[in-house]
């Protein structure tokens, strides 16, 4: 079984920035597809951006968030990020990492596997 730990959210201001963590343990890291998801209150839970297993070769982002976040892993140590800049309001809620062995990759929750507990992003205006 894979497991998967958040860390990094926090209170920022608008304009600000923070790198999300996601440490995975138990499996063979490199063999798995990461993705981002956020959820805000009284919303679904929507796709940020999703990198290729491996070298992590392909990434993919949401159209909200093209060009202001980065995702990126570290297979040396078990660990993919999301580097967030240019925050605004709207960025405002829980984001989660998951994990998925599948080949074709999608923005589908149900597609991807594997979840972390998720980390609180709050963006002040």
């Avoid at 860390?7 to 343990?25: H, K, P």
């Avoid at 998801?37 to 093209?66: H, L, M, N």
Wanted: proline letters at 2%.
């Amino acid at each position: 079984q894979l497991q998967l730990v958040e860390s990094g959210g926090g209170l920022v201001q608008t304009g600000g920035s923070l790198r999300l963590s996601c440490a995975a343990s138990g499996r063979t890291f490199s063999v798995y597809a990461m993705a981002w998801f956020r959820q805000a209150p009284g919303k679904d839970r929507e796709f940020v951006a999703w990198i290729t297993r491996g070298g992590g070769d392909e990434t993919s982002y949401a159209d909200s968030v093209q060009g202001r976040f980065t995702i990126s892993r570290d297979n040396a140590k078990n660990t993919a990020y999301l580097q967030m800049n240019t925050l605004n309001p709207e960025d405002t809620a829980a984001y989660y990492c998951a994990a998925t062995n599948i080949v074709f990759l999608s923005t589908h929750r149900s597609d991807w596997h594997y979840w972390g507990q998720g980390t609180q992003v709050s963006v002040s205006s």
